[in-house]
């Protein structure tokens, strides 16, 4: 998926990443942040969209709420 993205000149993002998963992501480069619920899912994305990946988490938090 992330060689797929790179090729389209797009960024990978993996929404809500299973604990198994974690280290893959993280050996790809990707940052990992926690959802912020009890479902111990995680975001993957690049770590230069730090500022886009807060953003989406507090929106998630916000709707959840």
């Not at 959802?35 to 975001?43: H, K």
Request: aromatic letters at 12%.
């Amino acid at each position: 998926m992330r060689d797929l993205a790179l090729q389209q000149g797009l960024k990978p993002a993996f929404w809500c990443v299973g604990e198994p998963f974690l280290r893959i992501y993280d050996d790809i480069g990707l940052s990992i942040w926690p959802v912020g619920d009890e479902s111990g899912l995680s975001f993957c994305y690049p770590p230069a969209d730090i500022g886009l990946a807060s953003q989406h988490a507090r929106l998630y938090r916000e709707q959840a709420s």
